[in-house]
Each structure stands twice: as C-alpha cells, then as structure tokens.
C-alpha cells in the first residue's frame, strides 16, 4: 500500500494553462504539505495543512492555491502555468506538530514541465 | 531562524569505503535534525533523525549520525558504501513551528 499517493506522476503543459496535482494519504496523520523542488534539487516547503485547515503558506504566488477537501486529501490548482513554475512537487505527511516523532513521509512526486 | 548547510553538493566514493557526508545547522533553539535519501525519480525517504537524546543515532542501511553541539555538526557516515547507496541526500532542520527546512542536498556516487 502506498503510504502517500499523488497523481499524475508527469504532467507536461503549456503557458497559461491551469493544473491540479491531487494527493492522497493513508496514514492517518494530520498534516499535510507540498513541497517545490527546483532544477537544482532544493526543497522548500509551499503550503500545510492541518485537518483541513491552511497553517503554512510561503511567500508562494496566489496563482497557486492549495484544497484540502478532507484530512487525507491536499490538492495543488495552478493557475496561469509560468515556465519557472517547472519543478518537482512533493506531497508528504506527518503527525500535527510532531515531526521529531513522526517524520515526514513524502510522495514520491509529480514532474511538472511548463513549455 | 533555522538553517541547514551541506558542505559538498557531489561526494564519490569507492565502493566499500567509507561515506562521510557533510551537515552543519544554525539553530536558536534546541534543534531536532533529520537526514532523508532521494533515489531517483523518487520521494524523500527517512534515514535518521536527532530528537535531543543520544547523540549518535543510527539509521537505516547501515548510516549513522552524530550530533556534536559545540560544531553545529550533524554529519552522516557509513562505513562501506554499496553500490545502492548512490542516492541524493538532504540534512534538514525543524524550527519551532514544525516546518521542516532543508540543505541543499549531497549527490552520493558509489564507484565499482
């Protein structure tokens, strides 16, 4: 069983355009995140939930807004596709407020290519 | 503010030598630090994690890690690498709202 799920794994799409990664976890847990890893491999952390409610946001362009219909579910919308918006987007989870006890478990990504 | 750096984004080894990869934080507080794998087209996967009881901590594979306070350090070593272990590795830091901060990553090579 797949502990964090996100779909699609590719997505290839022109400028513009608007797109959806959904995630899924079946842990249990309360948090909820999505992290951007660029060309160079860095992580930086975009959007958490907790129970369905936003506690992160970054300095992240509201042309991306994060859903989180349930406590097992955080979706990523973009809207208006940048070419620097290409990069891995990793869904992960944890436990609300207890990262030294239960680490994060990531996704294993979505591949998002803007051209 | 928290911060994590890794010192060395490529380290090659041969294989059944020893993997020492680099990992100095900056922390206001008492830290907790992590050490994740990415193998390729995949997700971050837990290695090890300091949580401010002991301060060597093994993980999985065979690594362990050292928290040294008067460094700053948390490297992470092994002491022979597997062809496997050829993998990107992040240290990373969690501040005081549970936002875990990462380094820029260590690309391990394992050669034959």
């Known amino acids: 069983d797949t502990a964090v799920s996100q779909t699609p794994k590719y997505l290839v799409t022109q400028m513009g355009n608007d797109k959806s990664i959904k995630c899924e976890q079946n842990?249990?847990?309360?948090?909820m995140y999505w992290y951007k890893q660029d060309s160079k491999k860095f992580l930086k952390i975009m959007f958490s939930?907790?129970?369905?409610?936003?506690?992160i946001n970054e300095t992240v362009p509201n042309r991306f807004s994060p859903k989180s219909p349930d406590k097992a579910h955080l979706n990523l919308h973009i809207n208006s596709l940048e070419l620097g918006d290409s990069a891995v987007y990793f869904c992960a989870s944890s436990q609300e407020g207890q990262l030294q006890y239960s680490p994060l478990h990531f996704g294993n990504g979505t591949r998002l290519t803007v051209t | 503010a928290q911060s994590v750096t890794q010192l060395g984004s490529h380290v090659s080894v041969s294989e059944g030598a020893l993997v020492l990869l680099r990992c100095n934080y900056s922390?206001?507080?008492?830290?907790?630090l992590f050490w994740y794998v990415q193998y390729p087209n995949q997700g971050l996967q837990l290695l090890l994690k300091y949580t401010s009881a002991a301060t060597l901590v093994k993980g999985i594979n065979g690594f362990e890690a050292e928290f040294k306070k008067s460094e700053t350090s948390f490297h992470l070593t092994k002491p022979s690498a597997h062809m496997s272990d050829a993998a990107e590795y992040f240290c990373a830091v969690s501040d005081q709202n549970d936002k875990l901060i990462f380094g820029t990553g260590t690309r391990l090579q394992v050669f034959p």
């Open positions: 939930y907790n129970n369905k409610e936003l506690i």
């Open positions: 842990l249990g847990h309360d948090t």
């Open positions: 922390s206001s507080v008492p830290p907790y």
